[in-house]
């Protein structure tokens, strides 16, 4: 099984920025991406942004497109999600998750944690 341990979330101003991370352990066959999506209350989960674990090649939600950037440490198989000129419709809990192959979905997922941007 693997684990997924998200961390950095909190409080900030509109404008603000965090940093998540998110770090995988335990037994698995492969990696083939890791992204993060979102819930805010009341609205369904939603795709934020992923990246390609081998190539680094990555994919952002529209909204997000500019302001976010995720990257990862290959050799810690943790992926980060770097916010910038957060809004306060970013708020929501953040949830990183694991696709182990290119035929599947997303298997493994975080416990999320919240991030809250205040007006």
């Known amino acids: 099984q693997v684990q997924l341990v998200e961390s950095g979330g909190g409080l900030v101003q509109a404008g603000g920025s965090l940093r998540l991370s998110c770090a995988a352990s335990g037994r698995s066959s492969s990696t083939y991406a890791m992204g993060w999506f979102r819930q805010a209350p009341g609205k369904e989960r939603e795709f934020v942004a992923h990246?390609?674990?081998?190539?680094?090649?990555?994919s952002y939600a529209d909204s997000v497109k500019g302001r976010f950037t995720i990257s990862r440490d290959y050799a810690k198989k943790t992926v980060y999600l770097q916010m910038n000129g957060l809004k306060p419709e970013d708020t929501a809990v953040y949830y990183c998750?694991?696709?182990?192959?290119?035929?599947?979905?997303?298997?493994?997922w975080g416990q999320g944690t919240q991030v809250t941007v205040s007006s």
């Open positions: 990246i390609i674990w081998s190539s680094g090649i990555t």
């Open positions: 998750a694991l696709r182990a192959s290119v035929f599947g979905t997303y298997e493994y």
